[in-house]
């Protein structure tokens, strides 16, 4: 399939997560449009599976969303990191532990119709204590739950934070081999 073309682009916003752009496109079957767009960095959301098979999530108030929600531990691709990096770091601020037995599950689009962002999702298992200093803006409380009864918690809205789901099926999956 062809790409749409950019005949033109301008900055809407500069923050400091997100950029926001309108670009003007000529499509594949001539016409022209206009296209919003979130520019967000690359990320990381981790699955991290404890030796007795519970499944360490975050529970942290969402202000966008109005309310606390269950997910698993993510975050930004900092400039020169490595998602494997980050996927570690992201492990250690976040719930206190690192990884011994790290493995890339694949990835996927966030919200592909309007934003940049492109996830690398991953398995951590072999955990072991490592501390870092947790981000100044975030309050976060580590749960542990079976890793059986995610389906169970995503079904119930226990779960209802997109990159979480995703990753969290996709260790089910890892784990049902």
């Excluded at 496109?25 to 016409?31: A, C, K, P, Q, W």
């Excluded at 020169?80 to 493995?103: K, T, V």
Aim: proline residues 5%; aromatic residues 6%; hydrophobic residues 40%.
């Amino acid at each position: 399939m062809q790409p749409e073309e950019q005949i033109s682009s301008r900055e809407i916003y500069d923050g400091r997560i997100i950029k926001v752009r309108v670009d003007d496109i000529l499509m594949r079957n001539g016409g022209r449009s206009t296209r919003e767009v979130v520019e967000h960095a690359n990320a990381v959301v981790i699955a991290p599976v404890d030796a007795e098979g519970n499944v360490l999530l975050v529970r942290q108030y969402r202000y966008a969303a109005g309310r606390s929600l269950l997910e698993a531990p993510a975050g930004i691709i900092e400039d020169g990191e490595s998602p494997d990096d980050c996927a570690q770091r992201e492990l250690a601020e976040e719930i206190g532990f690192a990884s011994r037995n790290l493995r890339a599950l694949g990835g996927f689009w966030s919200s592909p119709g309007f934003c940049s962002e492109f996830m690398y999702a991953y398995l951590a298992k072999d955990l072991v204590p490592y501390r870092l200093q947790a981000d100044d803006d975030e309050d976060i409380q580590v749960e542990r739950l079976p890793l059986s009864r995610i389906p169970q918690l995503i079904r119930l809205g226990e779960i209802q934070d997109a990159k979480s789901i995703a990753v969290l099926l996709m260790a089910t999956c890892i784990f049902g081999e």
